[in-house]
């Protein structure tokens, strides 16, 4: 059974940083591409990030120059390094395994106010 377990969210002041984690068990972690994505109140889920298994990225445009995907496949864990945090980035961060319906792990929440 494959789990995501997100972690590493809180409340910010605009300007800060924050640096999220996500760890997967259950699956080979080095071969699979992943992805973050956010869910902002009743708005839609929407990707934010992706890293291949070669560590290629990707960035939606509303966070690039500001977040960076990264990733340990000795620690199964992919990051994301959230910097310059604006109130619009307040959302339930999560982190998904690209192409493979195994679902999402419970997610964290991320709050930018002042």
């Known amino acids: 059974q494959v789990q995501l377990v997100e972690s590493g969210g809180g409340l910010v002041q605009p300007g800060g940083s924050l640096r999220l984690s996500c760890v997967v068990s259950g699956t080979i972690f080095s071969n699979k591409a992943m992805d973050w994505y956010r869910q902002a109140p009743e708005m839609q889920r929407e990707w934010v990030a992706g890293?291949?298994?070669?560590?290629?990225?990707n960035y939606a445009d509303s966070v690039k120059g500001r977040f960076t995907i990264s990733r340990d496949n000795a620690k199964n864990t992919v990051y994301l390094q959230m910097n310059s945090l604006k109130p619009e980035d307040t959302a339930v961060y999560y982190c998904?395994?690209?192409?493979?319906?195994?679902?999402w792990g419970q997610g964290t929440q991320v709050t930018v106010s002042s």
């Open positions: 998904k395994v690209r192409f493979y319906n195994y679902g």
């Open positions: 890293i291949t298994s070669g560590g290629s990225k």
